[in-house]
C-alpha cells in the first residue's frame, strides 16, 4: 500500500481521482501528489482521523501542505503510546520511488486527544472536507460510538451500503473503498458530475449532489 502501488491501481481501475488517508497521518501524502501527477490521475491529500470518541472521519484536502497542517496537529495529540512495530507492523512513509523516509515513533490507531466538534472547524478552517467515515459500519462510526448521527457542518456522509441504515438525514452520501489492500482500491467509488477533475469540481458536485455511486 505504498503511495506509488496505490495510484497504480487506481490506474488499472479507471479511477481519475484518489484520496490517500492513512490513519492520524498526512506523511505519504507528498510522494502520492507525485505518484498521482505522474500517471494523470487526481491526487486528493487526507488523513482518517479517530477522535477522542473514536470515531473515525475522513479529513480532505486540496494541497499536501493542509494535511501536513493537519497531521502535526493530530500527531500532537496522540497519546504518548510508541508502536511496537513486531505487534502491530512498521509505520513507515515513503518517497514516490519507495524508498524509507522516516517512521513513526507514536502509535497512529490511536484515539487523538481531540472532539468531533473541535476537529470539524480545524478541517474547514483548513478550507478541507469534513466527512464521516463508513457511518454505516458497527466500529469505529459516529452513529456506533454516540448512538446517533448528530447535527454538524458535514461535507458529506461515507457509506458502504445504499439505502443507508443510518439516518443520513439530507446529508449527501458517498462510497469510497476504504481499501487497506491494494485488490480492494475501486472496489466502491463515486461518480463526481464535473467540468473538470479538480478538488474545487468534487466539492461542487457534492453541494449540488450531483453524483452516483457504485
Avoid: W
Avoid at 501527477?37 to 501542505?65: K, M, N, Q, W
Avoid at 515513503?94 to 484515539?111: C, F, M, P, Q, T
Avoid at 458502504?160 to 476504504?178: E, R
Amino acid at each position: 500500500m505504498s503511495p506509488a502501488a496505490i495510484a497504480e491501481q487506481a490506474l488499472a481501475k479507471g479511477l481519475r481521482a484518489a484520496a490517500i488517508t492513512d490513519h492520524n497521518s498526512a506523511l505519504n501524502c507528498r510522494a502520492f501528489d507525485t505518484c498521482c501527477r505522474r500517471l494523470d490521475i487526481l491526487p486528493i491529500f487526507g488523513i482518517e482521523v479517530t477522535s477522542i470518541e473514536e470515531a473515525h472521519v475522513l479529513c480532505l484536502f486540496e494541497t499536501v501542505s493542509q494535511a501536513e497542517n493537519l497531521g502535526n496537529i493530530i500527531y500532537e495529540r496522540l497519546p504518548d503510546i510508541l508502536n511496537n512495530p513486531e505487534k502491530f507492523g512498521d509505520q513507515v512513509y515513503v518517497d514516490e520511488d519507495e524508498n524509507i523516509l522516516g517512521e513513526v515513533d507514536k502509535y497512529l490507531v490511536s484515539a487523538a486527544e481531540i472532539s468531533l466538534d473541535d476537529l470539524c472547524i480545524i478541517v474547514h478552517e483548513l478550507n478541507g472536507m469534513f466527512i464521516p467515515a463508513h457511518i454505516d459500519k458497527p466500529v469505529f462510526s459516529i452513529p456506533s460510538q454516540l448512538g446517533f448521527l448528530p447535527e454538524m457542518n458535514y461535507d458529506a456522509l461515507e457509506t458502504t451500503t445504499i439505502p443507508c441504515p443510518v439516518d443520513t438525514g439530507a446529508y449527501v452520501l458517498i462510497k469510497n473503498s476504504d481499501a487497506h489492500y491494494l485488490e480492494e482500491v475501486g472496489k466502491r467509488y463515486t461518480v463526481y458530475n464535473c467540468e473538470s477533475a479538480s478538488f474545487s469540481g468534487l466539492i461542487n458536485s457534492i453541494r449540488n449532489n450531483d453524483i452516483s455511486t457504485s
